[in-house]
């Protein structure tokens, strides 16, 4: 999934989240909030997540916050994993 997006990261804006999935078009989103980056990663529950990854905005400029593998199940996505602990 690193290789897929990194041709990607120099779209990002100033919005306060962004998502990079390789699967959608447009390819690069921003985003308000986190919760929509999270849905843009998308989850399908048959399929499980598109796969991608999720940058917050810093004052330094973008940080990975989450990557994402395409298939991953509900239960297994990351911030799933950090309200269960």
Not at 44 to 68: M, N, P, S
Request: aromatic share 10%.
């Amino acid at each position: 999934m690193n290789d897929q997006c990194a041709p990607y990261r120099a779209k990002l804006k100033a919005e306060p989240f962004a998502s990079i999935v390789p699967d959608r078009r447009p390819v690069v989103k921003v985003h308000a909030g986190i919760g929509l980056a999270k849905l843009a990663v998308g989850y399908e529950e048959f399929k499980g997540a598109r796969g991608g990854e999720i940058y917050g905005r810093t004052a330094d400029g973008w940080e990975l916050l989450y990557r994402v593998e395409s298939g991953t199940q509900f239960e297994d996505l990351p911030w799933r994993k950090e309200e269960t602990t």
